[in-house]
């Protein structure tokens, strides 16, 4: 891990020593940007021209004799994931950088001296990449003979001192951990309640046939053992059943890391909790963060 980091701060500082030109041509050529752009009148190749009006020193420009709008141009950010955010490309990437490595929002702002409406736009970006990564990369957790602990926390948002933002109303997340890998990888996603008909679609769409469940006796779970092999804990009386060693401890120590990291956040919007656990579901499952965005933001 920290010769990983050690990795992504080298290239990071690589880049910081670049030209704005070099720059450019370097995000190219890892496909962040593009290498040309067609008119939209006219369809041809646009020529490249150098420009000091424009922060990235270079635009497109149409130079086609025929075309009726000649001389139109075009920002060489089209398509990319730098597009209509007017910071320059170094900045963007270092914002990336230091968000990668679970810097907040507001130390982020003050290093690099954005505001944060601005900050907000790139979160947004980076937001959406993570939900395309889970589009094509749906969770699947488990397998034949694998245990997956299953259990439902809730967000009450609760503040220290009355500081921070405070989730409002009750906010239940489903949580399902795959024991298998250590440490468990997991799912949490937002359920509007907690009733069987809500939580066991989640569970069975998440957790792959021949998978062990284990749960409390919450009544919601019943049903379960008509899919799964499922194994249950009264926690009334037991933390480990001891007939069955059924538990669910791997899966609250997983949501008291989700608690804890709200809590390091001095709370979060309710509108914003699906974003955080899909960018919580996400840095889990890459031990080099920065190189997967980086990956993820290459032009499709």
Partial sequence: MNNELYAN???????????TTELVCYLRQIELLCHFQKCDYCNQIMAQHNSTRHMDGMIFKCKYKECNKKSTTKSIRVGSFFSDCNLELIKIMEYVYHYSNNSKCNEICGKLNISHPTARRINLKLSKLILRYFERNPIRLGGHGVICQVDETKLSGKRKYNVGTVVSDQTWVLCIVD???????????VVSDRSATCLLPIIKSVCLPGTIIHTDQWRSYKDLGKTFEHQTVNHKVNFINPITGAHTQNVESYNNKLKYRIKEMRGIKKELIDDYLLEFNYRERFTNVYLSFLKEMKIL
Avoid: I, R
């Fill in 179 to 189: 024991t298998s890998y250590k440490p468990s990888l997991g799912f949490a996603k």
């Fill in 9 to 19: 701060e080298t290239l990071f500082n690589n880049m910081k020593t670049m030209t």
